[in-house]
Every structure is written in structure tokens, then in C-alpha cells.
């Protein structure tokens, strides 16, 4: 998502907290710039979908030695607003962007309850998290100028100041999984990342963003499962990834990772494979996701639902990135 990327087709691993440790997701990263990835991203997560998971490393504190260790463009997808001051937020954010110039983008969300019911405070309905969330975009970006800022509203800020500012700003990039999300977003954000949909619904979302005046690159984060064995490669979707196949507001509201492996016990293949591209032929799986960025995404971020990556970024390395990066998908 950085600025100069436009007109190329980038493809991105994405480092998943809430599934992997910490340490193995740095080398997972590492390893990828060597197979050819040109890009990351990573979740920001307090608790895991599932039990199963059993990881939610912080991912500002592996932030800095991703991209201390790789030449990685990289982003993260934060919830300002509850479990994040957005002061905080700014700052965290120009340090990294001031520390590793051009290479950092954070993409600002409403957030899930299983990660801002820590604070104690009441979860909002939609309206409410989303008219909190401009809120916190206008104090990044206020901060982010080198203004002092004051704020009384949905949250509040006392006279802050952020004092080690970039030469540029980080990107703020607006999260959608709906159009009427990527519509609103168009009025602040500096580009647009959402998750793969059916192909009717992405393409709807692409344009809904771009029609409400939408700038900067489109980007698609790709939910798969590759194994050498089919069998093995629905399975691994299955026992990692089936908590995450239920529409908003059942994602959004659910509280905890023991509610989300209740709710997802009984959820059949099909679903998962609704959510997760399922398969061990790496041509077909490439067809697929090379489909799905000829929508208009100049950036592709892969994200195995595995929780082991070496494997995965070590094929997909050198039989898919080289297809669908370069001059672009269609080509």
C-alpha cells in the first residue's frame, strides 16, 4: 500500500498473530522476501478466533522487527477508538513510518468485541463504532500534521502532540468487507483493503469505493488453504478456520474465542469453503486468486490458514507470485 505502487500487481504473505507465534511469523515474513513476496500485512489482535489458534502476539512490537529484518513494505490492520487511543495510534504509527520511510501503512477499523471488550467499556452498536472511528481518523491525521489536538466527542483527547513526525505521513487505509463500508470510506481513506468475496461482491465494492471519489490502490487479502493433499488442505481450513465464516454482525459481536468455537462446531464444508480458497493444485488455486485481483486490486495479500508457513511461502514463491505479480494479473 505504500505510495508508488499503483500500476503493478503486488503480492503480499499475510502474517496472521492470532494463529502463529510471533517468532515464527518474523521468519515466515523473512523467508518470503527471499521466495519473491514483495509486500506484508498483519492482523492486531487481542484473542483468537478459536481456542484452536492459540496465539495473539502484539503486532506494533513485531511491526518494528519485520521491518527492521525484511525490505518489506508492510501494514496492519488496527481498531482505534476502545482497546486504542488514537493518539497512541498516531504515534505508534510515526515512528514506524519515520523509522522505515514509505514502507508503512495502517489500515483503521471499527473493531470485534472479542478484541475491545477488554477495556470494560460498552461495546457500541455499528453507527456509533463507526461515527467513533472518523473521529479517530481526523485526530491521526491532525496529529500526524503536527497539530496539538483537543477533542471532546465519542472519544477524547487532552492537548496531545505527536513529536517524532515522518517526512510522509503513514497511508490510512479504510477496511471493507460491504459496500456501504467502502462508499464511507472513500471520503477519508487513502486507499481500500477488503477480504475475497464472491467475485459479483468485490466487484461491487471495488466500485462503490471509486464512485464515492476513492483514492490510492485497492487491495485484497485472500483466506486459502494449500496442502500436496486435498484432504489434508480442507482439513487444516477446517480446524483453523471455520470461526471465521459468520457474517457481521455475528463476527463483530461475539465476545470471546470459546463463543466462536461454540458457535462454529457444526459449520459444514461448504461454508468454509466460502470464506477459504480450498485445494492442493497450485495452478487452479492461482486461476482463482488471479480471477479475484483482475477485479482491480494492485495488491494481493495471500494469507495460508495454516500455522505453518514454510512450506506454503516456499511453493507459492516460485510457482504463483512470479505469475501474478510483475506487469500485472491480466498479463
Given at each position: 500500500?505504500?505510495?508508488g505502487?499503483?500500476?503493478m500487481?503486488?503480492i503480499g504473505?499475510h502474517?496472521s498473530h492470532?494463529?502463529?507465534h510471533?517468532t515464527a511469523?518474523?521468519?515466515?515474513v523473512?523467508?518470503?522476501?527471499e521466495?519473491?513476496?514483495?509486500?506484508a500485512?498483519c492482523s492486531d489482535?487481542?484473542?483468537p478466533w478459536s481456542?484452536?489458534?492459540?496465539?495473539?502476539?502484539?503486532?506494533?512490537s513485531?511491526?518494528?522487527?519485520?521491518?527492521?529484518?525484511?525490505?518489506l513494505?508492510?501494514g496492519?490492520?488496527?481498531?482505534?477508538?476502545q482497546?486504542y487511543?488514537?493518539?497512541?495510534v498516531?504515534?505508534?504509527?510515526a515512528t514506524?513510518?519515520?523509522?522505515?520511510?514509505?514502507r508503512?501503512?495502517?489500515?483503521l477499523?471499527s473493531?470485534?468485541?472479542?478484541?475491545?471488550?477488554?477495556?470494560g467499556?460498552r461495546?457500541p452498536?455499528?453507527?456509533?463504532r463507526?461515527a467513533?472511528?472518523?473521529?479517530?481518523?481526523?485526530?491521526i491525521?491532525?496529529?500526524?500534521?503536527?497539530?496539538?489536538v483537543?477533542?471532546?466527542?465519542l472519544?477524547?483527547?487532552?492537548?496531545?502532540r505527536v513529536?517524532?513526525?515522518?517526512?510522509v505521513p503513514?497511508l490510512l487505509?479504510?477496511?471493507?468487507?460491504s459496500?456501504?463500508?467502502a462508499?464511507?470510506?472513500?471520503?477519508?481513506?487513502d486507499?481500500?483493503i477488503?477480504?475475497?468475496?464472491p467475485?459479483?461482491k468485490?466487484?461491487?465494492?471495488?466500485?462503490?469505493?471509486?464512485?464515492?471519489?476513492?483514492?490510492?490502490?485497492l487491495?485484497?487479502q485472500?483466506?486459502?488453504?494449500?496442502?500436496p493433499?486435498?484432504?489434508?488442505?480442507m482439513?487444516?481450513a477446517?480446524?483453523?478456520?471455520?470461526?471465521n465464516?459468520?457474517?457481521?454482525?455475528?463476527?463483530?459481536d461475539?465476545?470471546?474465542?470459546?463463543?466462536?468455537?461454540?458457535?462454529g462446531?457444526?459449520?459444514?464444508?461448504?461454508q468454509?469453503?466460502?470464506?477459504?480458497?480450498?485445494?492442493?493444485?497450485?495452478g487452479?488455486?492461482a486461476?482463482?486468486i488471479a480471477?479475484?485481483a483482475d477485479?482491480g486490486?494492485?495488491?494481493?495479500?495471500?494469507?495460508?490458514?495454516?500455522?505453518?508457513?514454510?512450506?506454503?511461502v516456499?511453493?507459492f514463491?516460485?510457482?504463483?507470485?512470479?505469475?501474478?505479480s510483475?506487469a500485472?494479473?491480466a498479463?
Open positions: 500500500m505504500p505510495v505502487m499503483s500500476g500487481t503486488t504473505l502474517a492470532e494463529q502463529v510471533p511469523l518474523l521468519s515466515a523473512q523467508r518470503a522476501q521466495a519473491g513476496f514483495g509486500a500485512m489482535h487481542f484473542a481456542e484452536r489458534q492459540g496465539h495473539s502476539g502484539f503486532a506494533w513485531w511491526l518494528g522487527a519485520a521491518l527492521a529484518t525484511t525490505d513494505p508492510m496492519v490492520v488496527n481498531a482505534p477508538g482497546r487511543h488514537p493518539a497512541i498516531a504515534q505508534a504509527s514506524l513510518a519515520a523509522m522505515f520511510p514509505g508503512f501503512w495502517v489500515a477499523g473493531g470485534e468485541n472479542a478484541n475491545e471488550h477488554i477495556t467499556d461495546w452498536d455499528k453507527a456509533a463507526d467513533r472511528l472518523r473521529e479517530c481518523v481526523e485526530v491525521r491532525a496529529l500526524h500534521a503536527g497539530e496539538e483537543t477533542h471532546h466527542g472519544v477524547t483527547v487532552d492537548r496531545a513529536w517524532t513526525l515522518p517526512e503513514p487505509i479504510g477496511p471493507a468487507v459496500v456501504e463500508t462508499r464511507a470510506h472513500a471520503a477519508w481513506a486507499g481500500l477488503t477480504t475475497n468475496q467475485i459479483e468485490l466487484r461491487a465494492i471495488a466500485a462503490a469505493y471509486r464512485d464515492a471519489g476513492g483514492r490510492g490502490d487491495a485484497l485472500v483466506h486459502l488453504s494449500w496442502a493433499d486435498e484432504q489434508a488442505a482439513a487444516i477446517r480446524d483453523q478456520w471455520r470461526t465464516t459468520f457474517a457481521p454482525p455475528v463476527c463483530w461475539v465476545d470471546s474465542p470459546e463463543a466462536f468455537d461454540i458457535i462446531e457444526h459449520v459444514p464444508d461448504s468454509v469453503r466460502g470464506t477459504v480458497l480450498v485445494g492442493s493444485d497450485v487452479r488455486l486461476d482463482q480471477e479475484l477485479v486490486f494492485e495488491q494481493v495479500y495471500l494469507h495460508h490458514v495454516g500455522q505453518h508457513l514454510e512450506e506454503f516456499d511453493v514463491g516460485e510457482h504463483v507470485v512470479p505469475r501474478l510483475g500485472g494479473v498479463a
